[in-house]
Protein backbone atom coordinates (compact mmCIF):
# COMPACT_ATOMS: atom_id res chain seq x y z
CA UNK A 1 0.00 0.00 0.00
CA UNK A 2 1.16 3.51 -1.01
CA UNK A 3 0.04 6.76 0.41
CA UNK A 4 0.35 10.22 -0.93
CA UNK A 5 -0.75 13.09 1.31
CA UNK A 6 -1.36 16.51 0.03
CA UNK A 7 -2.79 20.05 0.63
CA UNK A 8 -0.62 21.37 2.97
CA UNK A 9 0.73 25.31 3.07
CA UNK A 10 0.96 28.57 4.17
CA UNK A 11 -2.33 29.70 5.90
CA UNK A 12 -3.41 32.53 8.36
CA UNK A 13 -4.39 31.70 12.33
CA UNK A 14 -8.13 31.31 12.19
CA UNK A 15 -8.04 30.31 8.67
CA UNK A 16 -9.09 26.50 7.24
CA UNK A 17 -7.17 23.97 4.91
CA UNK A 18 -7.94 20.45 3.88
CA UNK A 19 -5.39 17.44 3.94
CA UNK A 20 -6.01 14.57 1.23
CA UNK A 21 -4.50 11.12 1.39
CA UNK A 22 -4.59 9.00 -1.82
CA UNK A 23 -4.16 4.91 -1.23
CA UNK A 24 -3.00 2.90 -3.63
CA UNK A 25 -2.07 -1.09 -4.03
CA UNK A 26 -3.39 -3.59 -1.77
CA UNK A 27 -6.20 -1.35 -0.28
CA UNK A 28 -8.75 -3.86 0.61
CA UNK A 29 -6.06 -4.67 3.39
CA UNK A 30 -6.98 -1.35 5.05
CA UNK A 31 -9.59 -0.73 7.42
CA UNK A 32 -8.53 1.87 9.55
CA UNK A 33 -6.68 4.98 8.82
CA UNK A 34 -5.19 8.49 10.34
CA UNK A 35 -3.37 11.42 10.38
CA UNK A 36 -0.24 12.36 12.93
CA UNK A 37 1.83 15.16 13.07
CA UNK A 38 5.24 16.38 14.26
CA UNK A 39 6.03 19.76 14.29
CA UNK A 40 9.85 20.98 14.30
CA UNK A 41 11.88 19.87 17.86
CA UNK A 42 8.50 17.77 19.05
CA UNK A 43 7.43 14.40 18.88
CA UNK A 44 5.28 12.98 16.61
CA UNK A 45 1.66 13.18 17.79
CA UNK A 46 -1.80 11.79 16.87
CA UNK A 47 -4.64 13.86 15.80
CA UNK A 48 -7.30 11.83 14.49
CA UNK A 49 -8.23 8.52 13.15
CA UNK A 50 -11.44 6.81 11.21
CA UNK A 51 -12.40 3.20 11.05
CA UNK A 52 -13.88 1.75 7.57
CA UNK A 53 -17.31 2.33 8.68
CA UNK A 54 -16.36 5.54 9.62
CA UNK A 55 -16.02 6.08 13.29
CA UNK A 56 -14.04 8.66 13.63
CA UNK A 57 -11.65 9.63 16.93
CA UNK A 58 -9.54 13.06 17.55
CA UNK A 59 -6.71 14.38 19.83
CA UNK A 60 -8.57 16.69 22.27
CA UNK A 61 -5.88 19.51 20.80
CA UNK A 62 -8.08 19.52 17.42
CA UNK A 63 -11.63 17.84 18.92
CA UNK A 64 -14.00 20.80 17.50
CA UNK A 65 -11.70 22.16 15.18
CA UNK A 66 -10.94 19.39 12.92
CA UNK A 67 -12.78 16.46 10.81
CA UNK A 68 -11.67 13.32 9.12
CA UNK A 69 -13.59 11.53 6.58
CA UNK A 70 -12.94 9.34 3.87
CA UNK A 71 -14.31 8.06 0.38
CA UNK A 72 -13.94 4.13 0.21
CA UNK A 73 -14.65 3.97 -3.76
CA UNK A 74 -11.76 6.86 -4.63
CA UNK A 75 -9.33 5.32 -2.04
CA UNK A 76 -8.76 8.51 -0.31
CA UNK A 77 -9.19 10.15 3.12
CA UNK A 78 -9.48 13.95 4.12
CA UNK A 79 -8.35 15.58 7.37
CA UNK A 80 -10.75 18.99 7.37
CA UNK A 81 -8.45 21.67 9.44
CA UNK A 82 -10.30 24.90 10.66
CA UNK A 83 -9.68 27.75 13.16
CA UNK A 84 -6.35 27.08 12.27
CA UNK A 85 -3.98 27.85 14.96
CA UNK A 86 -0.26 29.12 15.10
CA UNK A 87 0.70 25.55 17.11
CA UNK A 88 -1.04 23.73 14.39
CA UNK A 89 2.24 24.27 12.36
CA UNK A 90 4.02 20.79 11.65
CA UNK A 91 4.69 18.00 8.80
CA UNK A 92 1.03 16.22 8.48
CA UNK A 93 1.32 12.60 8.00
CA UNK A 94 -1.50 10.05 7.17
CA UNK A 95 -1.15 6.35 7.92
CA UNK A 96 -3.08 3.34 7.28
CA UNK A 97 -3.24 -0.09 8.85
CA UNK A 98 -5.70 -3.33 8.83
CA UNK A 99 -6.19 -2.68 12.97
CA UNK A 100 -7.64 1.06 14.38
CA UNK A 101 -5.79 0.37 17.62
CA UNK A 102 -2.50 0.28 15.74
CA UNK A 103 -3.25 3.66 13.99
CA UNK A 104 -3.90 4.95 17.03
CA UNK A 105 -1.14 4.32 18.88
CA UNK A 106 1.44 5.38 15.93
CA UNK A 107 2.20 2.23 14.67
CA UNK A 108 0.51 1.90 11.74
CA UNK A 109 2.15 -0.59 8.64
CA UNK A 110 1.78 2.16 5.91
CA UNK A 111 2.89 5.88 5.92
CA UNK A 112 2.47 8.67 3.55
CA UNK A 113 5.40 11.21 2.79
CA UNK A 114 4.13 14.20 5.02
CA UNK A 115 2.65 17.50 4.30
CA UNK A 116 3.43 20.69 5.41
CA UNK A 117 1.09 23.00 7.15
CA UNK A 118 2.34 26.18 8.33
CA UNK A 119 -0.45 28.53 10.45
CA UNK A 120 1.17 32.08 10.49
CA UNK A 121 0.34 35.96 10.14
Known amino acids: VQLQASGGGLVQPGGSLTLSCVASGSTFSINAMGWFRQAPGREREFVASITWNRSTYYADSVKGRFTTSRNNTKNTLYLQMNSLKPEDTAIHYC????????????????WGQGTQVTVSS
Open 95 to 110: AADPTINTVRAGLARY
